[in-house]
């Protein structure tokens, strides 16, 4: 059973930030790439970010928030970010988490194979 929760997510003001979490169970965290995607009504999915497993971290940014964005992960805590700043009213969105044995930029436009409930974020002024 792999299980993630998404969480962080609230109201934040534009030109804010905010950081996300990934809590991981029944996967093997440290072997895993982890992704975040976001979707809001009425738009096509968006891979935002992803980082490969182990010690190397390769990551992905989707552009919309290349220069804003960082992925990290706790192996420790089994438990991966998303970090967000100067939040845009376009990174409005539901965010979920997901994880697959790969990081790449490929990633990103497919998706990966699993997937957890999302954390709404809302940016407003």
């Known amino acids: 059973d792999v299980q993630l929760q998404a969480s962080g997510g609230g109201l934040v003001q534009i030109g804010g930030s905010l950081r996300l979490s990934c809590a991981a169970s029944?996967?093997?965290?440290?072997?895993?790439?982890i992704g975040w995607f976001r979707q809001a009504p009425g738009k096509e999915r968006e891979g935002v970010a992803c980082?490969?497993?182990?010690?190397?971290?390769?990551?992905n940014y989707a552009d919309s928030v290349k220069g804003r964005a960082r992925i990290s992960k706790d192996n420790g805590k089994r438990t991966a970010y998303l970090e967000l700043d100067n939040l845009k009213p376009e990174d409005t969105a539901v965010y979920y988490c997901?994880?697959?044995?790969?990081?790449?930029?490929?990633?990103?436009?497919?998706?990966?194979?699993?997937w957890g409930k999302g954390t709404q974020v809302t940016v407003s002024s």
């Open positions: 029944g996967v093997p965290f440290d072997h895993y790439a």
């Open positions: 980082i490969s497993s182990g010690d190397d971290g390769r990551r």
């Open positions: 997901a994880a697959d044995n790969a990081c790449s930029p490929h990633t990103l436009y497919y998706g990966m194979d699993y």
